[in-house]
């Protein structure tokens, strides 16, 4: 059973940091795709970065490279995303997300909201 727990959101002025922590189950985790994910009121959800847990690939969209980081821990079955230089229009609820399914070479590819598990969702507000 695909198991997500999101945590750390909150609100922070512009140029703040947050990190934002997604504990999986043991089977979640191990050996499959999982990444973060955002949705805007009003817009489309979009990927911020994906990676493969069983060797550590990571993935990120092109615009969102250079204030955001995506990591592991293995210990604890968790993946974390660094937010730095936080801006108003990162406002969104913040996914994480699951796909047990997908091949580890196809974990940087288009991900699809039907075919992908997810999490309650972290709510994330910058306020100028």
């Known amino acids: 059973q695909v198991q997500l727990v999101e945590s750390g959101g909150g609100s922070v002025q512009a140029g703040g940091s947050l990190r934002l922590s997604c504990k999986a189950s043991r089977y979640t985790y191990t050996s499959n795709c999982m990444g973060w994910f955002r949705q805007a009121p009003g817009k489309e959800r979009e990927k911020i970065a994906t990676?493969?847990?069983?060797?550590?690939?990571?993935y990120y969209a092109d615009s969102m490279s250079g204030r955001f980081t995506l990591s592991q821990d293995n210990a604890v079955n968790t993946v974390y995303l660094y937010m730095n230089n936080l801006k108003p229009e990162d406002t969104a609820m913040y996914y994480c997300?699951?796909?047990?399914?997908?091949?580890?070479?196809?974990?940087?590819?288009?991900?699809?909201?039907?075919?992908?598990?997810w999490g309650q969702g972290t709510q994330v507000t910058v306020s100028s």
């Open positions: 990676l493969y847990t069983g060797h550590g690939v990571i």
């Open positions: 997300a699951a796909d047990t399914f997908r091949p580890a070479r196809y974990c940087g590819g288009t991900w699809y909201i039907d075919n992908t598990s």
